[in-house]
């Protein structure tokens, strides 16, 4: 019997849990249909003119955020719904060998920014990825890449952080659920890559 009980005790609290996770992810999207629609489409037209012109984007993060950061530029280079050529994009989170030898020879918080100095050009857009829009290295290569005259764009979480002040265009999720703020951050980034299909080339079926 006290088994029972125990295990039944368990799975309510795992039933709060998940209720938990969902009421955060569903906070997060509120706000991301309530707050950000305008800011995205913004954003989707600063991408398009930055593409149409045959400018890149170059996009960075830590962790979960690497992930997103490579996420999307597979889908501008591949393709999101539609058949189309391909997008100019590049994720600075992927080659191993300069971000060991940056983080080695300068310190990790210049593994974007050496990138961003030698890749960005007036013209390209640097986007930064940060939940807590406070990653040291992705600050420093928004900060390079300003210097250099070169437009810059967060996906950012909390208060938009360090991040928001350097950055021309800033969509931010407010609150400290670092999940729901990345999930947020990959339905902004899937609805960016929709518009600019869109935009670009028409829709598809």
Known sequence: MQDGILASQGLESMRKHILKH?????????????????????SADQ?????????????????????????????????????????????????????????????FEQI???????????????????????SPNVLAAMQVAREAGVATMALVGRDGGQLKNVSDQCLCIPGHYTPAIQEAHIAIIHILCDLIEQKLFGRGD
């Not at 969902?22 to 913004?42: G, K, M, P, S």
């Not at 012109?53 to 993060?61: A, C, Y």
């Not at 994720?91 to 300069?98: E, G, H, K, R």
């Open 47 to 107: 991408m398009v003119s930055v593409l149409d012109r045959g400018n890149k984007i170059l996009i960075m993060g830590n962790g979960g955020s690497a992930a997103d950061a490579q996420h999307f530029a597979a889908e501008l280079i591949g393709r999101f719904l539609i058949e189309r050529r391909a997008l100019p994009a590049i994720a600075l989170t992927t080659d191993s060998s300069i971000l060991t030898a940056v983080g080695n020879d300068y310190g």
């Open 112 to 134: 974007f920014s050496r990138q961003v100095s030698a890749l960005a050009i007036p013209g390209d857009l640097v986007v930064g990825i940060s939940t807590s829009g406070n």
């Open 22 to 42: 969902l009421e955060e992810h569903r906070n997060a999207f509120d706000y991301l249909q309530t707050h950000l629609v305008d800011a995205i489409e913004r």
